[in-house]
C-alpha cells in the first residue's frame, strides 16, 4: 500500500510562480515514477510532467516546457514541481500519481495505481 499526498497549492497572479509537493508513504521502492497530472473544469484530465526517481530522468508537456520543474528528493520521498510565469490557463486541480515503473506508460494517467486527491491552483489574470 503506498499512500500519495500533494500540497502547496493555492491562488496566485499571472506570472507569479506555486511550488507543488508530493510524498509518497507507505510501501517503499527503488524505481517508480510520479506523475502529475491536472484536470480543469468541464475538461479532461491531461499530463503535466512524470520523474523516475532512479535516475531522475523526467518528461514534460509542450504546455508547461521551460515554465514548469519536476524534481525530487529521495530521501523525502517527495517531489517537487516548480511553476514559473503562470498563466490562467494553467487554473486547474492539480493530481499527484505514483506508480511502479516496469511496464509503465507515464503519459497516460489510466496507468498509475495510486493518486493523490489534488491540490487547486489558481491563476488570476
Known amino acids: 500500500q503506498v499512500q500519495v499526498l500533494e500540497s502547496g497549492g493555492g491562488s496566485v497572479q499571472a506570472g507569479g510562480s506555486l511550488r507543488l509537493s508530493c510524498t509518497a508513504s507507505?510501501?517503499?521502492?527503488?524505481?517508480?515514477?510520479i506523475g502529475w497530472f491536472r484536470q480543469a473544469p468541464g475538461k479532461e484530465r491531461e499530463f503535466v510532467a512524470a520523474i523516475i526517481t532512479t535516475g531522475g530522468s523526467t518528461d514534460y508537456a509542450d504546455s508547461v516546457k521551460g515554465r514548469f520543474t519536476i524534481s525530487r528528493d529521495n530521501a523525502k520521498n517527495t517531489v517537487y514541481l516548480q511553476m514559473n510565469s503562470l498563466k490562467p490557463e494553467d487554473t486547474a486541480d492539480y493530481y499527484c500519481?505514483?506508480?511502479?515503473?516496469?511496464?509503465?506508460?507515464?503519459?497516460?494517467?489510466?496507468?498509475?495505481?495510486?493518486w493523490g486527491q489534488g491540490t487547486q491552483v489558481t491563476v488570476s489574470s
Open positions: 507507505g510501501r517503499t521502492f527503488s524505481s517508480y515514477v
Open positions: 500519481a505514483a506508480h511502479i515503473m516496469y511496464g509503465l506508460r507515464w503519459r497516460r494517467w489510466e496507468e498509475y495505481g495510486y
